[in-house]
């Protein structure tokens, strides 16, 4: 399908066939495929339930945000809605004696008082809608920071195997809509309340008029309720499901244009692919929504027709009555006031309702990501125990199985390092020196067996109080978007402040980077993003070791550092090493193999199994797999200078 593609003499977007959406390249994130399946949540009932809860819930945020706000807000909301149903009594007085009264004199006379009293209730009530207003846009983007601070502080709180649970992506950035959204939830609200007070306030006129209307009224309401409850169903259930297409689209909208794939987008002639895969994505967005809009289109025409009928029934019923004469004219005209106003405020609960409920449903996303990322905390599985510096790390027939794999990648692992020791891991790619080192600190926990920190198993410890003593440089190692001084000492600076950033510039390397920067450590690293300097792949990594180095660590783990340094850097990294061992253990994970000769000891790993063990001088003449790869090295190294 590819090759087709790129084959053409003029590359265009590829047609989408059959056999290619099922594909599992154009289905990137969709494992599963689509899921007709409806969240337990969404159904009729429980969303008939959860406006008053979602009422609550908006209110609950924001008093936690600011309470002096909320209770403001919550104070001239009441009096708003006292106020306005006071207009509606006195309205209905009012238009009743004005109706009633024999002539043009006496009516404006009766009606004066009420009049000046609507006045005044209308002038506050426009004055509290400012400071009602005024409170809830305070009050909306602290809300939507305390969401997105709630989401930050669960997610990255928990264990490491979480990222490997199945769905914490899509949960994630599910909750991320949750932050989004946050900021619309009170003055939804808000609106939602200021609508029920007046449909309420409007109901009691009308009962207290003539009590068989209200039935009729509630007869109108309930279809149009029901209906927008069923048609926000529909479109979240649809938002559900092309959820995952919308992230491949977001993402292919980030790769596409990300400077790190820019040259191989190009000289790699990805785009039209890439864009076929957009095309197809979208396109199944597109069918999705348009099966949903088709669905509400016909839920929302069947409830204005059910809500239609009701109303002509109590409009009838209205006629009926005065025509009979059971209600008087002026009671007829209060009661088609009152209805107005009623039907005005159902209008609002419906809108601001459905409103509130798509909020409800994001911001639920958002709680439901917390809990379960609280239930997966690292303090849930670990003890409190702090460690001192250890000199002694032990693992004891570890095995670990990463969650949802099948096999586990570590087997019957047994080592030991020592302060003051280098330990250099190797093996073949995949074998598992990586998942070693996340072991060693304590990123991930085994599955059985131990890691012990001078003979305390890794899960009794206070997993903050092991990482303040670990350092790590990975192979994908962060370029934080920050001054050089903070990439260095990732804003927890020594008690000697630079002195201890320049010594660890020094044993990197990065010294020489950052005597090049025009504003030496304080030059901004942030070109692509919000401006500064840019380095080049080699100048981070030694950045990297520096801050590394900079965290002065009981255990350095250190995988591929030199991956991309220059001969002179690398050369300089190794010699340093063993001064750097000084007070610390150094486990060391290279794939050039002559390195290892820095080494006190070499760990070979094969298939997730320590299959040597010695040091440079004995795995280099024993058989055995060390020797292997180290002898096809030199075989290329001298191989290449002899011809
Ligand atoms: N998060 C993960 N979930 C499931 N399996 C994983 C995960 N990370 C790694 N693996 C698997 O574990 C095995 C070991 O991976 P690991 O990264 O430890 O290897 P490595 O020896 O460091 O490889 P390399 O030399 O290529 O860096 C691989 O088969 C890999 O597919």
Not at 8 to 21: D, H, L, R, S, Y
Not at 118 to 139: E, F, M
Not at 267 to 272: E, I, K, M, N, S
């Amino acid at each position: 399908m590819t090759t087709t593609v790129t084959e053409q003499e003029e590359p265009q977007e590829p047609e989408e066939t059959p056999a290619a959406a099922q594909s599992e390249v154009l289905r990137w994130a969709h494992p599963g495929g689509d899921s007709d399946e409806i969240p337990e949540h969404i159904n009729l009932g429980a969303m008939r339930r959860r406006l008053p809860r979602l009422v609550r819930t908006s209110f609950a945020l924001a008093w936690q945000v600011d309470r002096r706000r909320t209770a403001l807000l919550m104070f001239c909301q009441l009096a708003s809605g006292l106020l306005s149903a006071l207009g509606l009594f006195v309205t209905t007085k009012a238009l009743q004696s004005v109706i009633a009264a024999a002539s043009q004199p006496s009516r404006l006379h009766q009606a004066l008082p009420s009049v000046i009293v609507l006045a005044a209730a209308a002038g506050v009530r426009a004055l509290l809608g400012i400071v009602i207003q005024a409170q809830s846009q305070r009050l909306s983007p602290r809300m939507q920071r305390e969401v997105g601070h709630r989401l930050l502080a669960a997610g990255t709180r928990t264990e490491m195997a979480t990222y490997d649970r199945p769905g914490f992506a899509d949960s994630y950035d599910q909750a991320e809509r949750g932050v989004d959204q946050a900021q619309m939830a009170i003055g939804q609200t808000q609106n939602l309340v200021s609508s029920t007070a007046t449909l309420v306030s409007a109901a009691v006129v009308v009962g207290t008029l003539y009590p068989l209307l209200l039935p009729l009224l509630a007869l109108a309401a309930v279809p149009q309720i029901a209906t927008s409850l069923r048609a926000e169903r529909v479109t979240y259930v649809a938002n559900v499901a092309t959820f995952r297409d919308r992230r491949v689209l977001y993402l292919l909208r980030w790769y596409m244009v990300a400077k790190d794939q820019a040259d191989q987008i190009r000289t790699d002639t990805l785009v039209p692919f890439l864009l076929g895969q957009y095309r197809a994505a979208g396109e199944r967005v597109d069918r999705t929504t348009d099966k949903a809009v088709s669905q509400r289109a016909r839920i929302t025409l069947t409830g204005a027709l059910a809500s239609g009928g009701a109303s002509a029934v109590l409009w009838a019923a209205l006629w009926l009555l005065l025509d009979t004469g059971r209600i008087s004219t002026a009671v007829a005209g209060t009661a088609v006031f009152a209805l107005r106003s009623a039907f005005g405020g159902l209008q609002g609960i419906v809108g601001f309702g459905s409103d509130l409920l798509r909020t409800g449903f994001y911001l639920d996303d958002a709680e439901r990501f917390v809990e379960q990322a609280q239930r997966e905390q690292i303090g849930a599985v670990r003890g409190t125990i702090k460690p001192e510096r250890p000199h002694c790390i032990e693992l004891k027939d570890v095995t670990f199985r990463y969650p949802g794999s099948e096999k586990a990648t570590l087997h019957g692992i047994n080592f030991t390092v020592r302060r003051g020791e280098v330990v250099a891991v190797v093996g073949e790619n995949g074998s598992g020196k990586t998942t070693l080192m996340k072991l060693l600190c304590g990123l991930n926990l085994p599955t059985t067996g131990n890691v012990t920190w001078d003979g305390t198993p890794l899960q009794e410890l206070d997993a903050d109080a092991v990482w303040r003593l670990c350092s790590i440089v990975p192979q994908e190692f962060a370029r934080w978007p920050l001054t050089a001084r903070d990439n260095i000492t990732l804003g927890q600076p020594r008690p000697d402040g630079d002195d201890a950033v320049h010594r660890a510039a020094e044993a990197s390397g990065a010294d020489d980077v950052i005597a090049t920067l025009r504003s030496g450590l304080d030059t901004l690293l942030a070109r692509e993003m919000w401006g500064g300097v840019a380095l080049s792949s080699g100048q981070w990594q030694r950045l990297a070791v520096a801050r590394a180095d900079h965290r002065d660590a009981a255990l350095m783990v250190m995988d591929e550092p030199t991956s991309d340094l220059d001969a002179r850097a690398e050369h300089r990294i190794f010699t340093g090493l063993r001064a750097l061992a000084a007070d610390r253990a150094i486990v060391l994970v290279t794939h050039n193999l002559t390195n290892t000769a820095v080494a006190d000891r070499i760990v070979c790993i094969e298939r997730g199994r320590i299959v040597q063990q010695g040091t440079y001088r004995a795995l280099t003449t024993e058989p055995g797999l060390f020797r292997d790869l180290w002898q096809l090295q030199q075989d290329r190294h001298f191989g290449a200078a002899s011809s």
